[in-house]
């Protein structure tokens, strides 16, 4: 059974850091686009970044460029969102999610969906 699972949320003060993780089991993530997505109280969900499955290609959203990292460790069957300079409008549920897919990643069309971990952003 195909199944991802979140970790590494937590509460931060604005300006600090936090690295999430998300590890596939029943699966391997060669062939398999990862995204990570977020959703704040009352606000539709939003992609945050992916990386597809060799690792050559990512995509973030313009409101973390140059603040987050997207990274995988296939033998690890992991992938890392590093989180730095956080800001209280970071504050959601983020979620990943993988799909079958070639190519260059995409913030959409994603098939299969972790739990989530909450991420709070506030002094």
């Known amino acids: 059974q195909l199944q991802l699972v979140e970790s590494g949320g937590g509460l931060v003060q604005p300006g600090g850091s936090l690295r999430l993780s998300c590890v596939a089991s029943?699966?391997?993530?060669?062939?398999?686009?990862i995204g990570w997505f977020r959703q704040a109280p009352g606000k539709e969900r939003e992609g945050v970044s992916c990386?597809?499955?060799?690792?050559?290609?990512?995509n973030y959203a313009d409101s973390v460029k140059g603040r987050f990292t997207i990274s995988g460790h296939n033998a690890k069957n992991t992938v890392y969102l590093q989180m730095n300079s956080l800001k209280p409008e970071d504050t959601a549920i983020y979620f990943c999610?993988?799909?079958?897919?070639?190519?260059?990643?995409?913030?959409?069309?994603?098939?299969?969906w972790g739990q989530g971990t909450q991420v709070s952003v506030s002094s």
């Open positions: 990386i597809s499955s060799s690792g050559g290609s990512t």
């Open positions: 999610a993988a799909a079958r897919r070639v190519g260059s990643c995409v913030l959409f069309g994603y098939k299969y």
């Open positions: 029943g699966f391997t993530l060669n062939g398999y686009h």
